[in-house]
């Protein structure tokens, strides 16, 4: 049953299509991406490639593109028998990757003030007002996908390429987690009052703040994964 709807919602979204700013592989892994991050496709489910391929009107070749991609993020996860399935991390994995990622995001923040552009700041900063005035409007996956832009911003401000590069490795296999965190109503006001404090450390390029307030927003995400785990 839980099959039929996932490729009823494919069905009725339209087949996927390339566009001049992304590979048909790349559409095909951000679609995938929702489905996981919204749980239709929950995790430890093993995932129905030909069937999905299918419904998303395309061949199995951008589909296992895309499942690699995702495997690289730490989103899908390969059997022994190359069957791929969302993968389900224990949440002490998850707690051992996001005290990494709040180490990355500190040293981030902090060169960041010392590197970043006037111009980059300034876009940071329009980020952190969009999140505020849309936070009522947005659905979960949009209000997500733009938190993770103010990050992501943050840390290519630092123009440091390996920084860049390991963040991304990090963020990536935590999508799943950053989202479960993000959603989670009762500490949006949080959320947005601690993206505030960032930016007004980052505009005042004071490095030492900018590495403590980043730091404590992740250390949130991790204390909302152990408010999940005891709620569930």
């Known amino acids: 049953m839980a099959k039929q709807n996932i490729l009823s919602a494919l069905v009725n979204d339209g087949p996927i299509i390339a566009n001049e700013h992304r590979s048909l592989s790349a559409e095909t892994a951000e679609k995938l991406r929702e489905l996981i991050l919204l749980e239709k ?46 993968a389900n991390p224990s949440i002490d994995e998850l707690r051992e990757s996001m005290t990494v990622l709040a180490t990355l995001e500190a040293l981030g923040g902090e060169l960041a003030c010392a590197i970043a552009t006037d111009r980059e700041i300034t876009a940071i900063a329009d980020l952190n007002q969009k999140m505020i005035e849309c936070t009522d409007k947005f659905s979960a996956i949009n209000f997500f996908n733009t938190d993770m832009a103010f990050h992501s911003s943050i840390i290519a401000s630092t123009h440091n390429q390996a920084l860049i590069d390991t963040h991304r490795q990090y963020n990536a296999k935590l999508w799943r987690a950053r989202f479960m965190s993000s959603k989670r109503k009762q500490g949006r006001a949080k959320t947005l009052q601690q993206h505030q404090d960032i930016t007004n450390a980052l505009v005042s390029r004071n490095a030492s703040k900018m590495a403590q307030v980043m730091r404590s927003h992740i250390e949130t995400a991790i204390d909302n994964l152990s408010i999940q785990q005891n709620e569930t």
């Open 41 to 86: 496709l929950p995790p430890g489910m093993h995932i129905p490639e030909r069937d999905l391929a299918e419904a998303l009107g395309i061949s199995r070749t951008p589909m296992r593109e895309a499942l690699r991609t995702l495997a690289i993020e730490g989103l899908v996860e390969f059997t022994a028998t190359r069957r791929s399935r969302v």
